[in-house]
């Protein structure tokens, strides 16, 4: 039951990851404001496991 939670929050994690990147170039491409990226990132940040976020970009 650990490898499968485990695979479950590495697979959520890279969703997040994946997310992100995708709003960091709406916001490259000044589609979204500073603001709603910090935001959007902050949060995310907040819930990528430890050993995940240095993908983050």
């Known amino acids: 039951m650990k490898e ?3 695979n479950i929050k590495q697979r959520n994690d890279m969703e997040r990851i994946i997310a992100l990147a995708l709003v960091k170039s709406l916001y490259n491409q ?8 910090r935001n ?5 940040e907040e819930k990528v496991s430890l050993e995940n976020r240095e993908y983050l970009c």
Request: glycine share 6%; charged share 45%; net charge negative.
């Open 4 to 6: 499968e939670e485990r």
């Open 30 to 37: 000044g589609k979204i404001s500073e603001f709603v990226f």
């Open 40 to 44: 959007i990132r902050s949060d995310t």
